[in-house]
């Protein structure tokens, strides 16, 4: 079975420093991965996600994540952070292929992150 | 074009009621899924949906949880004699196809229920 592991339930960073939210899956195959991003009182808006294409990928909102094979992880990042990202994070998993499960996501607890001013 | 609709957006009922949840997938969505979200925990997966057809209930509770997706209106997420247990976030989330993710999800902004 899948799982994902996201290390810090809550980081706190400077308005402007490095944002780093680290997620490690547990999959028998390598997955396709995805970060989700969830305002308060809101639903989960889709950050970014590899799909098996370049292991950097790209988000919105200047984010972006790294997928690592050797070290089943793929954590977010943005160089510097903005007071508006403040929000909750989650990363999730699914099953590649067709005839799977692909179409169900495992997440992980979520990360909080605070910006301080 | 609307994203996906889910209403109500905030839901109380008492122990032993009925709640009922509705969601409007995305136009030419005709994949539903539901997740819940449990106080400081991540979604997990209820049940996927096509239009008249259950395809995987694998993540309903056994007893009291029900869902569908009529040929016409929005999927309805059924839970019946709700305890304080169930009282956390349930997000609906749609797809053209099976979500192989080439395409992804995309979430309704959720129904938070709270049984008092």
């Known amino acids: 079975a899948q799982s994902v592991t996201q290390l810090g339930s809550h980081v706190s960073v400077s308005e402007g420093a490095l944002v780093l939210l680290r997620c490690n899956y547990s999959s028998s195959v390598p997955p396709y991965l995805f970060w989700y991003v969830q305002y308060p009182n809101q639903g989960l808006q889709l950050l970014l996600k590899y799909t098996s294409a370049a292991t950097l990928v790209k988000g919105i909102n200047g984010f972006e994540a790294e997928f690592k094979k050797s070290e089943t992880s793929f954590h977010l990042t943005k160089p510097s952070a903005h007071m508006s990202d403040a929000a909750e994070y989650f990363c999730?998993?699914?099953?590649?292929?067709?005839?799977?499960?692909?179409?169900?996501?495992?997440f992980g607890k979520g990360t909080l992150l605070t910006v301080n001013p | 074009n609307a994203g996906v609709m889910q209403n109500p957006r905030h839901l109380v009922r008492r122990r032993g009621q009925e709640a009922r949840l509705r969601c409007s997938p995305m136009?030419?969505?005709?994949?539903v899924y539901w997740y819940r979200q449990l106080p400081e925990e991540g979604l997990k997966f209820m049940v996927y949906?096509?239009?008249?057809?259950?395809?995987?209930e694998s993540g309903m509770p056994k007893e009291r949880f029900s869902a569908e997706f009529p040929k016409e209106g929005p999927s309805i997420l059924r839970i019946q004699q709700v305890v304080r247990g169930d009282s956390a976030a349930y997000f609906c989330?749609?797809?053209?196809?099976?979500?192989?993710?080439?395409?992804?999800?995309?979430f309704g902004s959720g129904t938070r229920l709270t049984v008092v």
């Open positions: 949906l096509q239009k008249e057809n259950i395809i995987d």
């Open positions: 999730a998993v699914s099953d590649r292929g067709s005839g799977g499960s692909n179409y169900k996501l495992t």
């Open positions: 136009k030419g969505h005709s994949h």
């Open positions: 989330a749609s797809s053209p196809e099976q979500a192989a993710f080439n395409y992804g999800y995309t």
